[in-house]
């Protein structure tokens, strides 16, 4: 598919016009950063296998009637998405403390949560993507009062189904990260993606890390982590 213009490059993917008014190409990139952008690398193939991975849930999810903007896998780093504007606030669900959530409520890693917690931050680069809460989204105009219920209520729906789909794959759903984008139409649905990346996922017998906080704390191992949930995926 003939690429146009190029929308936007964020961290990890590309999103470029093409000559269809509702969709846009996405291309996944092996570049990686953590702390805010401080550090950077490279994960080879990390593209394609997240390209894959993405794709892989968001046929799972609409198959359990959760809404996504996946269209079609183009090729190995690309997908045909349906055109959204993204909603400006990252929604993290959590069943297991972990990251920031550790440091913040002084809580050790690995302990479970008893219940889903879901947070919201506002997407801002420039800010540090910051913590917020319903009445800060509510006034800076970042989503109505309606949409924000439906992005709690569609992030827990997605972790239920996640969480059961890994654990066929004997992978812990510890947290993740969604994003959400709103059609011409209107319609609001699942967006960005959801690969190693954005989720944390350890394995369920040995709580091995098999995702980006390799990266992040420089633990090595980082490819095979991503390759190792991919091969699980496809048995599941
Ligand atoms: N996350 C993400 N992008 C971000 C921030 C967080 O995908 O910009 C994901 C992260 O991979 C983890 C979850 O959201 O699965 C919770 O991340 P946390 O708040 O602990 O922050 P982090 O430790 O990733 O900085």
Redesign the pocket.
């Given at each position: 598919m003939q690429r146009q213009k190029m929308l936007y490059e964020g961290k990890a993917k590309r999103v470029y016009e093409i000559a269809r008014d509702d969709a846009y190409l996405v291309e996944f990139k092996d570049d990686a950063t953590?702390?805010n952008g401080e550090k950077r690398g490279q994960i080879a193939n990390k593209g394609a296998l997240n390209n894959q991975m993405s794709a892989h849930f968001f046929r799972l999810l609409e198959q359990q009637g959760i809404r996504t903007h996946y269209l079609e896998t183009l090729s190995d780093r690309e997908m045909l998405v349906k055109r959204v504007r993204i909603i400006p606030i990252?929604v993290?669900v959590?069943n297991i403390v972990?990251?920031?959530?550790a440091k913040r409520l002084g809580l050790a890693e690995g302990v479970d949560l008893g219940r889903t917690v879901v947070e919201f931050?506002y997407k801002d680069d420039a800010l540090g993507?910051p913590l917020i809460n319903r009445s800060h989204a509510l006034a800076l105009k970042l989503a109505t009062r309606e949409q924000l219920d439906e992005l709690e209520a569609r992030a827990l729906a997605i972790n239920e189904s996640l969480t059961a789909h890994l654990h066929a794959c004997q992978l812990l759903l510890?947290?993740?990260?969604l994003e959400f984008g709103v059609t011409a139409d209107g319609e609001l649905l699942l967006a960005d993606e959801i690969s190693p990346?954005?989720?944390?996922l350890w394995d369920e017998t040995t709580r091995e890390k098999l995702?980006?906080d390799r990266f992040?704390r420089d633990l090595g191992g980082v490819e095979q982590a991503y390759e190792e949930v991919w091969r699980r995926l496809q048995q599941a």
């Open positions: 953590a702390f990252e993290v959590r972990a990251g920031t959530l931050y993507d510890v947290d993740f990260k990346d954005t989720c944390r995702d980006k992040r």
